[in-house]
């Protein structure tokens, strides 16, 4: 069976019955997570800025990849999802969901992992750079970054990405350049391992993942 196929049959069953959750159902139909999934190294512990309605922590932990995930998002209805679904799955204390805002403190805790996925054009850029240290400085000795986002070009992807936004978030959004992206995480001292690039229908995936190769690698001097 197809990965794509697989996810969306995953999350049609761990969102069945909650109410808004439908964009959940088809978002592996338009988003690479087979891709996304494959950078989690097996039993890690995650934090997945910009969760969403927790799509990708809960296909992660449905397949019993990871030891523990801890999502957070701005959206408290999107929160609400997270938690009924979590409450859904074999071992449901393996994820919790938190509401907050990417700009407010970020929950305590070093993970393996930090995931950023499609949650960069959402952000002002004066802002876009600290998002990304942040979740740097959130990663143990060794840990992983994942970030994905949408194309700037081809110039027709973008913009079908741009409609998108506008009319399911209602959000005018601000793409960073992958390049540019690449470079502030390489200034914070990761080793950029991964770049693949993808398309599924008419929408672009730029990913970029990087490890903390480096001792304190990422991490604000003391």
Request: hydrophobic share 45%; glycine share 8%; charged share 20%.
């Amino acid at each position: 069976m197809p990965a794509m196929q697989r996810a969306a049959e995953v999350a049609a069953r761990i969102y069945e019955g909650i109410p808004g959750s439908l964009l959940q159902k088809w978002r592996p139909a338009i988003c690479p997570f087979d891709l996304l999934i494959a950078q989690v190294p097996p039993q890690s512990t995650v934090l997945d800025v910009g969760c969403g309605s927790g799509l990708f922590l809960g296909l992660l932990a449905a397949a019993g990849r990871i030891r523990s995930g801890l999502g957070f998002d701005s959206s408290a209805p999107a929160i609400a999802r997270a938690d009924c679904m979590r409450r859904r799955l074999p071992e449901p204390a393996r994820l919790a969901f938190v509401h907050r805002d990417a700009a407010a403190a970020w929950p305590d805790g070093d993970f393996d992992v930090v995931c950023l996925i499609d949650v960069m054009h959402h952000v002002q850029p004066a802002q876009q750079r600290p998002l990304i240290e942040t979740a740097i400085a959130k990663l143990r000795p060794g840990g992983t970054l994942v970030y994905k986002d949408m194309v700037r070009r081809p110039a027709w992807r973008a913009w079908m990405n741009r409609l998108h936004d506008l009319l399911l978030a209602r959000q005018w959004i601000h793409y960073a350049p992958i390049d540019q992206v690449a470079s502030w995480i390489r200034g914070a001292g990761l080793e950029i391992v991964h770049e693949p690039r993808c398309s599924m229908l008419w929408y672009g995936h730029e990913i970029l993942v990087a490890r903390a190769t480096a001792p304190g690698a990422g991490r604000p001097p003391a």
